[in-house]
T-cell receptor, first 113, second 114 residues
Framework: AQSVTQPDIHITVSEGASLELRCNYS??????LFWYVQSPGQGLQLLLKYFSGDTLVQGIKGFEAEFKRSQSSFNLRKPSVHWSDAAEYFCAVGSSNTGKLIFGQGTTLQVKP | DTEVTQTPKHLVMGMTNKKSLKCEQH?????MYWYKQKAKKPPELMFVYSYEKLSINESVPSRFSPECPNSSLLNLHLHALQPEDSALYLC?????????????FGPGTRLLVL
């Protein structure tokens, strides 16, 4: 069965510091992978997605993610965090059969001034 | 325009009430979704409509009744809800149900059942 694990429930970084949010997936075939962000009181917004090709994916708001098949990981990175990046981040894997998204439990990012 | 709108933003209802949540998109998308999100949890898929037909029902209790009157509108009719149904209800849409198509989410309706 497909699943997604986000090992870190809560992360705090200082503004201007680099960020890496971890995501591990379990999927039999080539996975369809997504990172979404949810600001307080808001819906989810897609940051980036990976299906195939270059394993380093660029997204919106300066985020990037790297697909590593050998580690079953799709970690999200940002070189310099801004206070406005404080939010909930969800990694998801998509089923090519049904189109359904399976979300991880989420990581809450707090940014210190 | 990549906006999905949802009304109302907040809803309080008793267990005997009937209410409806509304979702609208004008992106020409032919797939629309309802998700339920409890606090500090990821969204859970409830229903998927594809070309105005219900294609996925994730074993949702019958007190939740979805409706897709046209390609731009999606409703969720609520009746005899339980307090545990209190949650954020998110609507999303995408070009179609293929997994590679981006799902665009609305801001949600925060529901409290008393």
């Amino acid at each position: 069965a497909q699943s997604v694990t986000q090992p870190d429930i809560h992360i705090t970084v200082s503004e201007g510091a680099s960020l890496e949010l971890r995501c591990n997936y379990s999927y039999g075939a080539t996975p369809y992978l997504f990172w979404y962000v949810q600001s307080p009181g808001q819906g989810l917004q897609l940051l980036l997605k990976y299906f195939s090709g270059d394993t380093l994916v660029q997204g919106i708001k300066g985020f990037e993610a790297e697909f590593k098949r050998s580690q079953s990981s799709f970690n999200l990175r940002k070189p310099s965090v801004h206070w406005s990046d404080a939010a909930e981040y969800f990694c998801a894997v998509g089923s090519s059969n049904t189109g359904k998204l399976i979300f991880g439990q989420g990581t809450t990012l707090q940014v210190k001034p | 325009d990549t906006e999905v709108t949802q009304t109302p933003k907040h809803l309080v209802m008793g267990m005997t009430n009937k209410k409806s949540l509304k979702c609208e998109q004008h992106m020409g998308h032919r797939a629309m979704y309802w998700y339920k999100q409890k606090a500090k949890k990821p969204p859970e898929l409830m229903f998927v409509y594809s070309y105005e037909k219900l294609s996925i029902n994730e074993s949702v209790p019958s007190r939740f009744s979805p409706e897709c009157p046209n390609s731009s509108l999606l409703n969720l009719h609520l009746h005899a809800l339980q307090p545990e149904d209190s949650a954020l209800y998110l609507c999303a849409s995408s070009q179609d149900t293929r997994v590679e198509e981006t799902q665009y989410f609305g801001p949600g309706t925060r529901l409290l059942v008393l």
